[in-house]
């Protein structure tokens, strides 16, 4: 049976999701041969755009075609507003079948027996061994699964670099002799948005000696209990950030209204600044944008001797514990996670795969965070070894840096969010 129409109303929902119409389904459906369908299933979550859209459409299509009893929709919601329904519903009772989390997300509805254990899920997927560490939770059980591994990075746009004969930066004092070499110009040379930038420029610099070294987790049990405080590893990190938004690198008013994969991509295709601190994911909508000029993306070059790669674990799927279709949920998460559907819906966001195969997006624009994957131990940005909700707490405290608050007491603010999710 031909499901093509499954995601008939994908347009729509992009664009209910863009004019922030969170009252509204925004489901896409198979309106075929219905009197044949049995179940439904809800899958929630915050991929909206066409071309990651057209491959979810693709698995669902697939996973309908062996399940005709089964109709699967798809509702999508941007970004932070996605994360505020997610929240509302599981408040209210009403979460979805399937749904898209973070690591804060998970902390939140796993401590509150909302996610299903997908333990004997897992054990039928090679999962990486890497990916397997960050998915168990300290009682032992799996309430997630990544479908891809998503990495951040700082984007050089290459022509106008050369144009200015200047190159791209592989250390810190390189990267401010450039910065400074623009600000002299009249150039604002970073474009920051409001939500990732700062944070894992500070996740960077401050958690790459850790991983390095291999005490991440000694390091993280000692902040869950508070026996060592974020500061002790973030300060520097935040006041690096500070210092570029004080000497005009970063335009920290400018930045507070970009809004991640947006505004920000707007900005960097102009051609105006040689660079931008965002997701790797992006990389192929800057391409599709059709900029007039090269560029590239590469690490964040935030030490005195290099640079640092932060990723994640991404996209993660969860399913909703003791909802009445569990087990069909399940089985669709299993057919999502088949090694066709994982590589092509990695790709398609640039970004790497979570099996043990190791696939690599294909990108051409991000081939040196593909080799710095290889060569280097990559810094994650919300660790689960961590627990409590660094992503928000970071994004908060990034928010703080742009207005200008003194970094001292930005520090101490983090550290009493810290101490009261610990308490």
């Known amino acids: ?20 119409c969170a009252g509204s389904r925004n489901e896409v459906f198979n309106y ?69 989390v973070d690591h804060d997300t998970v902390l939140d509805f796993s401590g509150k027996g909302r996610l299903a254990d997908l333990t004997e899920l897992v054990s039928q997927v090679p999962f990486s061994d890497s990916m397997l560490d960050q998915m168990r939770s300290p009682d032992g059980k799996i309430y997630w699964v990544p479908t891809t591994v998503s990495a951040f990075g700082m984007y050089c746009n290459l022509d106008l ?28 040379p970073v474009i920051a948005n ?24 000694e390091v993280f049990a000692r902040l869950n209990s508070g026996q060592e405080k974020l500061s002790d590893y973030l300060t520097e990190g935040f006041a690096l ?48 944008k059709g900029p007039d000029f090269r560029f590239q993306v590469v690490p964040y070059p935030v030490l005195e001797d290099g640079a640092v790669l932060v990723i994640n674990p991404d996209v993660r799927l969860a399913v909703l514990e003791g909802g009445g279709n569990q087990e069909l949920a399940e089985d669709f998460v299993s057919c999502f996670l088949i090694k066709g559907n994982i590589r092509r819906f990695a790709d398609n966001q640039s970004s790497f795969g979570p099996l043990k195969d190791n696939y690599e997006p294909s990108l051409q624009e991000i081939q040196e965070i593909v080799k710095a994957y290889h ?31 003194n970094v001292e007491l930005v520090m101490a603010w983090m550290d009493s969010q810290v101490e009261s999710y610990s308490r």
Not at 195 to 206: E, F, H, M
Not at 241 to 268: M, R, V
Not at 378 to 405: C, M, N, Q, Y
């Open 1 to 20: 049976m031909n499901h093509s129409a499954a995601l008939t109303a994908a347009a729509l929902a992009a664009v209910l999701a863009m004019t922030g």
């Open 32 to 100: 075929e041969d219905q009197k044949e369908t049995t179940h439904t299933l809800r899958f929630f979550g915050y991929k909206y755009e066409a071309a990651n859209v057209e491959v979810i459409e693709d698995i669902l299509n697939s996973y309908m075609d062996q399940r005709p009893d089964v109709m699967v929709t798809y509702e999508s919601l941007k970004g932070q507003t996605y994360y505020q329904v997610l929240k509302n519903r599981e408040a209210s009772g009403n979460l979805d079948d399937v749904f898209m």
């Open 161 to 188: 670099l050369e144009a200015h004969g200047q190159k791209v930066p592989e250390n810190l004092g390189e990267w401010e002799a450039v910065c400074d070499y623009f600000v002299s110009q009249g150039i604002t």
């Open 241 to 288: 950030a500070a210092e570029f938004c004080e000497k005009g690198y970063i335009d920290g008013a400018k930045s507070l209204e970009t809004e991640k994969t947006s505004d920000d991509l707007d900005q960097f295709v102009l051609g105006e600044s040689p660079f931008m601190l965002t997701g790797v994911w992006a990389a192929e909508r800057v391409r599709r």
């Open 194 to 217: 409001n939500n990732i930038s700062l944070k894992t420029l500070a996740l960077a610099r401050g958690f790459c000696p850790v991983y390095r070294e291999g005490r991440q987790k």
């Open 375 to 405: 060569s280097q131990t990559p810094v994650i940005g919300s660790d689960d070894h961590i627990r409590f909700p660094i992503w928000e707490i970071t994004a908060d405290a990034s928010v703080k840096v742009l207005a200008g608050e």
